[in-house]
Structures are given as structure tokens and as C-alpha cells.
T-cell receptor
Framework: DVKVTQSSRYLVKRTGEKVFLECVQDMDHENMFWYRQDPGLGLRLIYFSYDVKMKEKGDIPEGYSVSREKKERFSLILESASTNQTSMYLC??????????????FGAGSRLTVL | DQQVKQNSPSLSVQEGRISILNCDYT??????FLWYKKYPAEGPTFLIS?????DKNEDGRFTVFLNKSAKHLSLHIVPSQPGDSAVYFC????????????FGQGTRLTINP
């Protein structure tokens, strides 16, 4: 069964802390994505990557950075966590250049609370 | 600028009846539209998709309709079952590059016994 694994399901951090959210996929997908989900706002794209060491800003990249050193791993970094970054973070992956619907496979999510 | 909108935050339907979830979009360049279903504490899972060149796609109890002139799509679930209670997200795909998806705000569907 193909999987996207997010290592931390629940995290509680303090304002100003550096936070790492890790995501690993075992499907050999080129594309990887980080979204955040907030009530009433749906899923919003933070960053995505279509190849190792490549990254592109999504719709809400401010306050975040990413790292993709290996094809299977995509990390989201909060350099200095703030309370408005309290959210559910969802990692996803997909095949590049799909001729079909290019379905995203999501991880289970990481619930981050910043105090 | 919300390119994909789901204007109904919630919907309540009786078991066995039809559930209709709606979605509107603004960008005519989207080439695929997808529906995802999300249970609490889980990631979204893919449900059904439709190409922009089609007007209907059916998969079992689920049918998606696309009206390009109105920039509107809908998901029909017939008959509705208690296990269908979840949050449903509409998404639209941008065809360039990594083909990223733009999501709507979601609609919470509750199926009442």
C-alpha cells in the first residue's frame, strides 16, 4: 500500500521556536506539496517541489521554508513559530506530468499548536 | 483571490437520500477537477475526478457534473450512507508545471439516520 508518512501527528511548540515537519513518500513521486488546513479556508498551498533540491512558493509561503535533499523526503520548516501558524499541516505527493487527473496522495496530517 | 469556492460550509441529508455538493471556480484554464473526502484526524482521500472536456463522470454512488459555461461543478451521492459523513473538498488542477491543485473551503456533510 502506497504511503505518505508524516512523522509527527501532534506537536506543541512555543512562540519563536524553530519547527521541523517531516514527510516521506514511498511511491517514487516527483512532486511533493505542503498544505495547511484551517476552518473556513480549506487547504492552502505553502510550498511545493517537482524535483530534488527544487522548490516553488505556493500561495502562503511567508514564515515557512522547505528542504528537499532526497526524492522521497520533503521537510517544512518554521524558522520562528508564531501563534498564527497553529494549524493542521498536510503533506502530499503526485507523479509529474501525469496525463490523467494527477491525483494527490496525502499524509495523515500534523496538528501543530503554537503557544 | 479564491479561485475555487464552496459556498456551503455544511449540509445535512437523510440516509438514503441524494446529497449534492456544489463548487464554483473562476479560472477557465483548469484542466481537471477533483473531489476529496476527509475524515477527522486523517488526510484527504481522492474520491472522483472529471476532465474539463467532459460534463459527467460516474463511479458507483458518486457522480460529478461539470458545467463549463457556468464554471460550476457538483458532486452527487446516491444513496447517501452514514459513512459518507465527512468534509468534502473540491479541487481544480492547473495544467502547467507541477500541476498543483487549488482547493475550495470544504463542505461538511452529515448523513442523518
Amino acid at each position: 500500500d502506497v504511503k505518505v508518512t508524516q512523522s509527527s501527528r501532534y506537536l506543541v511548540k512555543r512562540t519563536g521556536e524553530k519547527v521541523f515537519l517531516e514527510c516521506v513518500q514511498d511511491m517514487d513521486h516527483e512532486n511533493m506539496f505542503w498544505y495547511r488546513q484551517d476552518p473556513g479556508l480549506g487547504l492552502r498551498l505553502i510550498y511545493f517541489s517537482y524535483d530534488v533540491k527544487m522548490k516553488e512558493k505556493g500561495d502562503i509561503p511567508e514564515g515557512y521554508s522547505v528542504s528537499r535533499e532526497k526524492k522521497e523526503r520533503f521537510s517544512l520548516i518554521l524558522e520562528s513559530a508564531s501563534t498564527n501558524q497553529t494549524s493542521m499541516y498536510l503533506c502530499a505527493s503526485s507523479l509529474y506530468g501525469s496525463s490523467g487527473a494527477n491525483v494527490l496522495t496525502f499524509g495523515a496530517g500534523s496538528r501543530l499548536t503554537v503557544l | 483571490d479564491q479561485q475555487v469556492k464552496q459556498n456551503s460550509p455544511s449540509l445535512s441529508v437523510q440516509e438514503g437520500r441524494i446529497s449534492i455538493l456544489n463548487c464554483d471556480y473562476t479560472n477557465s484554464m483548469f484542466d481537471y477537477f477533483l473531489w476529496y473526502k476527509k475524515y477527522p484526524a486523517e488526510g484527504p482521500t481522492f474520491l472522483i475526478s472529471i476532465s474539463s472536456i467532459k460534463d459527467k463522470n460516474e463511479d458507483g454512488r458518486f457522480t460529478v457534473f461539470l458545467n463549463k459555461s457556468a464554471k460550476h461543478l457538483s458532486l452527487h451521492i446516491v444513496p447517501s450512507q452514514p459513512g459518507d459523513s465527512a468534509v468534502y473538498f473540491c479541487a481544480a488542477r492547473q495544467p502547467q508545471g507541477a500541476q498543483k491543485l487549488v482547493f475550495g473551503q470544504g463542505t461538511r456533510l452529515t448523513i442523518n439516520p
